[in-house]
């Protein structure tokens, strides 16, 4: 009763933001990512008879508090699928995530976690079902089930049985970048759980948000298609940049931005300027992602990493779904 899961992260290009239900992480929207090779997670989970209770190592150190209890949970959610309540397991990760990166580990560890727990149990998921369960875990996770492109479809049914991801374009469909910018934060961040709750509830800009999400995906899809950088670029950034506006419009208002962000925002504005194709994307934190195109990887890498205040900048192509080791 043993199997071990690698999956990777990925970065949403139109943002999820918004839970309709927080318990079963269901959400306000459809939202669509691109998986990334550079960062992932590895985990290997065995069920033991003699464990009375789960046991959890990350980089080869035990975890417990709170980061133990939300993996204990879910595990509660795959032992109840299976009907073996009193079935512990020993979780072991390994997170490959370069220091600094700037990416939530959330989104492959709970993919990894997902994928190893249920195998080891004997459960035989589809990839659909697979996601689902992710969901449960982590919102963004049920995305990293699938390599490429792949969106969240939000679903409508109360129970969360239609809320889990897709394939829309393979791995190998385009080989298009994206640079992680890692800037100094010294703020306290506001979950994305928090974050997000805060805007549903409180800002009148939410409503404007949610209207705007057909049109993008639809968009954002045809461009994925057609692999058009410009048109997934500028869907992209402007999506990140309408999520950011609604934090502004909460009560009390806030803001995951610092002075760099801002910085590499203007900066890869000017790229396009000079005419370096380069969009940006940034989630709940101040860091920044920025998609270019393989062709100008020099350029960007270099404009990026002199920019006042940028830390670290790391590079990564399309990643793969889920495999099993
Ligand atoms: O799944 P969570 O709780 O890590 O939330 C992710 C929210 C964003 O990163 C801001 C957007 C997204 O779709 O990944």
Redesign the pocket.
């Known amino acids: 009763m043993k199997a071990t899961a690698k999956a990777h992260t990925n970065i949403?290009l139109i943002?999820?933001?918004g839970k309709r239900d927080d318990t079963l992480i269901l959400p306000t929207n459809n939202?669509l990512?691109l998986t990334l090779d550079g960062f992932y997670t590895t985990t290997t989970v065995s069920f033991r008879q003699e464990l009375k209770q789960d046991v959890f190592y990350l980089n080869d150190e035990a975890v417990t508090g709170a980061a133990f209890d939300r993996v204990t949970v879910f595990l509660d959610l795959v032992r109840s699928m299976a009907e073996k309540p009193d079935l512990f397991a020993e979780i072991k990760s390994t997170n490959e995530v370069p220091t600094a990166a700037g990416f939530?580990s959330?989104?492959s560890g709970f993919a990894a976690l997902a994928a190893a727990a249920a195998r080891a149990i004997g459960l035989d998921l589809s990839k659909s079902e697979l996601s689902q369960l992710t969901r449960q875990g982590?919102?963004?996770?049920c995305r990293s089930i699938y390599g490429g492109f792949a969106e969240w479809e939000q679903g409508e049914n109360k129970d969360g049985s239609d809320s889990y991801a897709v394939q829309v374009a393979p791995q190998n469909h385009w080989d298009i970048r994206v640079a992680a910018v890692v800037l100094s934060d010294k703020t306290k961040r506001i979950s994305?759980?928090e974050g997000?709750k805060r805007t549903v509830d409180t800002s009148p800009f939410f409503d404007g948000w949610i209207g705007s999400i057909p049109s993008d995906l639809k968009r954002i899809k045809e461009g994925i298609a057609a692999r058009d950088f410009t048109v997934v670029g500028e869907i992209a950034e402007a999506n990140c940049l309408r999520?950011h506006a609604t934090t502004l419009g909460a009560a009390p208002p806030f803001m995951y931005w610092l002075d760099g962000t801002v910085t590499v925002m203007q900066a890869v504005q000017a790229m396009r300027s000079e005419g370096i194709p380069a969009y940006f994307t940034i989630?709940?934190g101040p860091n920044v992602k920025v998609l270019y195109l393989p062709e100008n990887e020099d350029v960007v890498l270099q404009k990026l990493r002199h920019i006042p205040g940028v830390q670290n900048v790391t590079s990564s192509k399309p990643g793969q779904g889920i495999t099993y080791l």
């Open positions: 949403a943002k999820y933001w939202s990512s939530a959330s989104a982590s919102g963004s996770a994305s759980r997000m999520m989630d709940a």
